[in-house]
């Protein structure tokens, strides 16, 4: 089973600041295979990032994903008051063995 | 749009079952898999498996083999998720979500279900 580690557990930022959020495999993910999620409170994830860099349909160019082999980042230009919500990797390297990370909450400074 | 709407809420005691239904719309039914995450407080997002709609094949999670059940009604383009047995430790919010193109992440997810295990 690969275990994703993500780092850090709670980023404090302002808005308009610069965001970068890691994720770290146990092994090699292949094919790039990693997705990146948001989770606002109450509500079910949404996707925003798949095969580490791609941006799903309607995501914002603010967000961008990057990394291959076990590190990976999700980077959001600046930081807009809709943005502070909690953010998960995905890896479907391994399928159908899918494994999620422990999140990064990014809150308002 | 995409939709995937999950049945409500459940309370169950120790050792029943438990089964969640997601119906999905705007979208080809048969078209893509359809994946069950639970979400709990511990253990964070756990992977269940999927159910290919198309066929109706699945694939299990060895932490779930023997225990969850995936089944589909095509005609009215819902997917179900039966978990048996069930302890405290299955108490989360269960989420059903589509499978995307080209490999196994989720571009839509459902609402959620919470299922409480209570005595």
């Known amino acids: 089973e690969i275990v994703l580690t993500q780092s850090p557990g709670t980023l404090s930022l302002s808005p308009g600041e610069r965001a970068t959020l890691s994720c770290r495999a146990s092994?090699?993910?292949?094919?790039?295979?990693l997705a990146w999620y948001q989770q606002r409170p109450g509500q079910a994830p949404r996707l925003l990032i798949y095969?580490?860099?791609s941006r799903a349909t309607g995501i914002p160019d603010r967000f961008s994903g990057s990394g291959s082999g076990t590190d990976f980042n999700l980077t959001i230009s600046r930081l807009e008051p809709e943005d502070f919500a909690v953010y998960y990797c995905?890896?479907?390297?391994?399928?159908?063995?899918?494994?999620f990370g422990g999140g990064t909450k990014v809150e308002i400074k | 749009q995409v939709q995937l709407g999950q049945s409500g809420a459940e309370v169950k005691m120790p050792g029943a079952s438990v089964k969640v239904s997601c119906k999905a719309s705007?979208?080809?039914?048969?078209?893509?898999?359809i994946h069950w995450v639970r979400q709990a407080p511990g253990p964070g997002f756990e992977w269940m498996g999927w159910?290919?709609?198309?066929?109706?094949?699945?694939s299990y999670a060895q932490k779930f083999q023997g225990r969850v059940t995936m089944t589909r009604d095509t005609s009215i383009s819902t997917a179900f998720m039966e978990l048996s047995r069930l302890t405290s430790d299955d108490t989360a919010v269960y989420y059903c979500a589509r499978g995307g193109w080209g490999g196994d992440f989720f571009d839509s997810w459902g609402q959620g279900t919470l299922v409480t295990v209570s005595s």
């Open positions: 095969g580490a860099s």
């Open positions: 159910i290919n709609p198309n066929s109706g094949g699945t």
């Open positions: 092994q090699r993910v292949a094919r790039t295979y």
């Open positions: 995905q890896q479907y390297g391994s399928s159908p063995l899918l494994t």
């Open positions: 705007g979208y080809t039914f048969t078209g893509y898999y």
